[in-house]
T-cell receptor, first 115, second 118 residues
């Protein structure tokens, strides 16, 4: 069965600094990969997704992620963090056989931004 | 973009009562909707997959008689927590599947419902 690991429970960065959130997955084939952001008490918003093609994926709000098959990773990056980016971020894997329907989520990384 | 709503956003109920949560896709038809449960400071756990016109598929360990799911139309799925107990208190989130390019689907999430059982 597939699984997702987000090694960092909390990350604190200064406003304007760069950000990288780690995500490693376990899956028998190339999965569908997603990053979602959740603000307190809110649902999830899709930041970006990888299905196939270019391994560097651009998303909303200036985020990007790179799929590295050799490392089974899909790390999320942003060159300059804004205070409004403070939230919880979830990496998710979707099964290819089910059109990516069934999602397995990582435990999440809480991002704190200090001014 | 595709919008999914949930109602109510918050509900407080007494132990032993039943609570119904609605999930609606506002601008697209969703043949499949999903119900997740999120514990405090934890990730989302898929509870069940709701298919329009057929019975829901429950994940292992989820009591189907306790969490009743009805997908009555292409834009509405409901989750009813029957005989709720304090341990059912949680954040319930639904999502709806929108078939995108090349048959690959994307899930759009509702804002969630905070259930508190006293």
């Amino acid at each position: 069965a597939q699984s997702v690991t987000q090694p960092d429970i909390h990350i604190t960065v200064s406003e304007g600094a760069s950000l990288e959130l780690r995500c490693n997955y376990s899956y028998g084939a190339t999965p569908y990969l997603f990053w979602y952001v959740q603000s307190p008490g809110q649902g999830l918003q899709l930041l970006l997704k990888y299905f196939s093609g270019d391994t560097l994926v651009q998303g909303i709000k200036g985020f990007e992620a790179e799929f590295k098959r050799s490392q089974s990773s899909f790390n999320l990056r942003k060159p300059s963090v804004h205070w409004s980016d403070a939230a919880e971020y979830f990496c998710a894997v979707g099964e290819r056989g089910s059109h990516g329907n069934k999602l397995v989520f990582g435990a999440g990384t809480i991002l704190r931004v200090k001014s | 973009g595709a919008v999914v709503s949930q109602h109510p956003s918050r509900v407080i109920c007494k132990s032993g009562t039943s609570v119904k949560i609605e999930c609606r896709s506002l601008d697209f038809q969703a043949t499949t909707m999903f119900w997740y449960r999120q514990f405090p400071k934890k990730s989302l756990m898929l509870m069940a997959t709701s298919n329009e016109g057929s019975k829901a598929t429950y994940e292992q360990g989820v009591e189907k008689d306790k969490f009743l799911i009805n997908h009555a139309s292409l834009t509405l799925s409901t989750l009813t927590v029957t005989s709720a107990h304090p341990e059912d208190s949680s954040f319930y989130i639904c999502s709806a599947r929108n078939l995108g390019l090349a048959g690959v689907s994307e899930q759009f999430f509702g804002p969630g419902t905070r259930l508190t059982v006293l």
